[in-house]
C-alpha cells in the first residue's frame, strides 16, 4: 500500500485569488512552513494526515492536493501510460467511486474534459487489470477525487484530499442574493486586523456571511466543525481515529461565550432571516445581534468602538446605478457622521460607485470576488479628540 497518509510529499494549497497572504498566515499558525506562495495558493510538504488537520482547520483555502506523481508527456496518450503505470488498485476502492479534475495547459488538448477522460480511463483500466471490476467514476466529488495539473510537457498527478471546495463552509443553505463566498469572507476580515476582542458590525448583511465568519474566527469555531465528509476519507489506508481525533481537538477549542457584540443588520426582514437561518446552521446565531434596520439606523453599543464593514451592491449584478450612487454616498455619510472611533470598511467592486462614499481612504486592500476586480477601502473614523492631536488642534 502507498503510504500517502503518513509520507510526506509535494502538497499544493489553492485559494481565490488574491487570499493567498491570508491563507499563508492560516498555515503558518498552524505549524506548517510553506515553501512556496503564489496568487491563487502556496506550496508545502506534508502527509495526508496532516492535509486532514489542514483541511478541517483553513477558512480561505479551496483544495488540498497530495501529489503523488511527477512525469512528462507530450499529448494525451503519454500521459494515459503513465498514469496507468501508477498502482490504483493500493489507492482507490475497486468497489468505489473516484472522480477526476483538472489544470491543462498543453497545445494538444483543445479541452479539459478529454484530459480528464484519458486519466479515468488509465484508472479504471489499472483497477481492472489487477481486480477484473472497473470502479464508476463521475463528476460527483463526495468520493475519491484525483487531480492533474499539466502545463506544457510537465504533468502531476494529485489525491484532492479535499472533494468539495474547503472555501464553502457548510452553513449557508439559504444564500440569499450575490453572496460573497465564505472563504473570501473570512479573508476580508483577516484583512481588516480585527482583534476578535471588540464591536463588529455588519450593515446591509445579506444573507449573513460576514457576521456569520466573524463569530466563527472569534470563538474558534473552524470550518472542519461543520463537515463530516471529504475526499481523504476515500482513500485506501484512511484511519477514522485520525480524522475524529483532530475534531474532538477543535471541539474543545471553541470559546462559548464573547464579551463584545457582533451586529448584523438589514432593512430586509427576509435577508435577517435568512442570515438568522445560516448562523444557527453554523452554531453561532446566539452569539449575533440581528437587526431590521435601514444601515444608518443600526444601533452601535455606546462607548464601543471595533470594526464596521459594508459589502454594498456593486452595480454589475443588481440594483441601479443613480440609485447606488445615493446609496454610496449615504454610507459614506453615516461612517464620518455615526461612527466615530470605527475602524470602516467597503468592499466594492465598482471603483465609480467608491468615489461617492466622499471619504479619503487610508489603504486599498485588493481582491477578487469571482472574476470581479474588487477593494475593500479602510478608513479611519477618528473621534474628535484623536482627530484634534493628530492635527494638533484644529485645522
Given at each position: 500500500?502507498?503510504?500517502?497518509?503518513?509520507?510526506?510529499?509535494?502538497?499544493?494549497?489553492?485559494?481565490?485569488?488574491?487570499?493567498?497572504?491570508?491563507?499563508?498566515?492560516?498555515?503558518?499558525?498552524?505549524?506548517?512552513?510553506?515553501?512556496?506562495?503564489?496568487?491563487?495558493?502556496?506550496?508545502?510538504?506534508a502527509?495526508?494526515?496532516?492535509?486532514?488537520?489542514?483541511?478541517?482547520?483553513?477558512?480561505?483555502?479551496?483544495?488540498?492536493?497530495?501529489?503523488?506523481?511527477?512525469?512528462?508527456?507530450?499529448?494525451?496518450?503519454?500521459m494515459?501510460?503513465?498514469?496507468?503505470?501508477?498502482?490504483?488498485?493500493?489507492?482507490?476502492?475497486?468497489?468505489?467511486?473516484?472522480?477526476?479534475?483538472?489544470?491543462?495547459?498543453?497545445?494538444?488538448?483543445?479541452?479539459?474534459?478529454f484530459?480528464?477522460l484519458?486519466?479515468?480511463?488509465?484508472?479504471?483500466?489499472?483497477?481492472?487489470?489487477?481486480?477484473?471490476?472497473?470502479?464508476?467514476?463521475?463528476?460527483?466529488?463526495?468520493?475519491?477525487v484525483?487531480?492533474?495539473y499539466?502545463?506544457?510537457?510537465?504533468?502531476?498527478?494529485?489525491?484532492?484530499?479535499?472533494?468539495?471546495?474547503?472555501?464553502?463552509?457548510s452553513?449557508?443553505?439559504?444564500?440569499?442574493?450575490?453572496?460573497?463566498?465564505?472563504?473570501?469572507?473570512?479573508?476580508?476580515?483577516?484583512?481588516?486586523?480585527?482583534?476578535?476582542?471588540?464591536?463588529?458590525?455588519?450593515?446591509?448583511?445579506?444573507?449573513?456571511?460576514?457576521?456569520?465568519e466573524?463569530?466563527?474566527?472569534?470563538?474558534?469555531?473552524?470550518?472542519?466543525?461543520?463537515?463530516?465528509?471529504?475526499?481523504?476519507?476515500?482513500?485506501?489506508?484512511?484511519?477514522?481515529?485520525?480524522?475524529?481525533?483532530?475534531?474532538?481537538?477543535?471541539?474543545?477549542q471553541?470559546?462559548k461565550?464573547?464579551?463584545?457584540?457582533i451586529?448584523a443588520?438589514?432593512?430586509?426582514e427576509?435577508a435577517?432571516n435568512?442570515?438568522?437561518?445560516?448562523?444557527?446552521?453554523?452554531?453561532?446565531?446566539?452569539?449575533?445581534?440581528?437587526?431590521?434596520?435601514?444601515?444608518?439606523?443600526?444601533?452601535?453599543?455606546?462607548?464601543?468602538?471595533?470594526?464596521?464593514?459594508?459589502?454594498?451592491?456593486?452595480?454589475?449584478r443588481?440594483?441601479?446605478?443613480?440609485?447606488?450612487?445615493?446609496?454610496?454616498?449615504?454610507?459614506?455619510?453615516?461612517?464620518?457622521?455615526?461612527?466615530?472611533?470605527?475602524?470602516?470598511?467597503?468592499?466594492t467592486?465598482?471603483p465609480?460607485?467608491?468615489?461617492?462614499?466622499?471619504l479619503?481612504?487610508?489603504?486599498?486592500?485588493e481582491?477578487?470576488?469571482?472574476?470581479?476586480?474588487?477593494?475593500?477601502?479602510?478608513?479611519?473614523?477618528?473621534d474628535?479628540?484623536?482627530?484634534?492631536?493628530?492635527?494638533?488642534?484644529?485645522?
Amino acid at each position: 500500500m502507498y503510504q500517502v497518509f503518513n509520507n510526506p510529499a509535494k502538497v499544493i494549497i489553492t485559494c481565490n485569488k488574491r487570499l493567498s497572504v491570508y491563507l499563508k498566515q492560516e498555515v503558518e499558525a498552524l505549524g506548517f512552513k510553506p515553501e512556496r506562495v503564489f496568487a491563487t495558493g502556496l506550496e508545502l510538504k506534508a502527509t495526508v494526515n496532516e492535509c486532514i488537520k489542514l483541511n478541517l482547520n483553513l477558512r480561505c483555502a479551496s483544495q488540498i492536493l497530495y501529489r503523488i506523481k511527477e512525469f512528462t508527456a507530450a499529448d494525451a496518450n503519454e500521459m494515459y501510460q503513465e498514469v496507468l503505470a501508477i498502482e490504483w488498485e493500493k489507492l482507490i476502492d475497486f468497489s468505489g467511486y473516484f472522480s477526476v479534475t483538472s489544470n491543462v495547459d498543453n497545445s494538444t488538448i483543445t479541452t479539459p474534459l478529454f484530459a480528464n477522460l484519458k486519466v479515468k480511463d488509465a484508472i479504471a483500466d489499472r483497477i481492472k487489470s489487477v481486480h477484473n471490476l472497473r470502479p464508476n467514476s463521475g463528476s460527483d466529488y463526495s468520493k475519491t477525487v484525483v487531480h492533474l495539473y499539466w502545463k506544457n510537457n510537465s504533468a502531476e498527478i494529485y489525491l484532492d484530499t479535499s472533494g468539495e471546495t474547503l472555501a464553502k463552509h457548510s452553513y449557508r443553505k439559504i444564500p440569499g442574493k450575490a453572496p460573497m463566498l465564505e472563504a473570501l469572507a473570512a479573508g476580508t476580515i483577516f484583512a481588516t486586523g480585527w482583534d476578535m476582542q471588540s464591536t463588529f458590525v455588519n450593515p446591509m448583511c445579506g444573507s449573513g456571511t460576514l457576521a456569520i465568519e466573524a463569530a466563527l474566527i472569534a470563538t474558534h469555531r473552524t470550518p472542519g466543525l461543520l463537515r463530516m465528509n471529504y475526499a481523504f476519507m476515500h482513500i485506501l489506508g484512511y484511519d477514522e481515529e485520525v480524522f475524529f481525533k483532530e475534531r474532538r481537538q477543535l471541539k474543545d477549542q471553541v470559546v462559548k461565550h464573547i464579551n463584545f457584540k457582533i451586529i448584523a443588520s438589514d432593512i430586509s426582514e427576509d435577508a435577517v432571516n435568512i442570515a438568522e437561518k445560516n448562523a444557527r446552521t453554523a452554531g453561532v446565531d446566539t452569539l449575533i445581534d440581528f437587526q431590521v434596520a435601514d444601515f444608518a439606523d443600526t444601533i452601535l453599543p455606546e462607548g464601543q468602538a471595533g470594526v464596521i464593514i459594508f459589502n454594498p451592491e456593486y452595480g454589475e449584478r443588481l440594483g441601479v446605478h443613480s440609485k447606488l450612487e445615493a446609496t454610496y454616498k449615504r454610507i459614506g455619510d453615516y461612517l464620518k457622521q455615526g461612527c466615530k472611533g470605527y475602524k470602516g470598511y467597503i468592499f466594492t467592486g465598482n471603483p465609480d460607485l467608491a468615489k461617492k462614499i466622499g471619504l479619503k481612504a487610508s489603504r486599498r486592500i485588493e481582491f477578487y470576488n469571482g472574476k470581479l476586480d474588487c477593494r475593500l477601502l479602510e478608513y479611519e473614523l477618528y473621534d474628535g479628540s484623536r482627530r484634534e492631536v493628530e492635527t494638533g488642534g484644529g485645522e
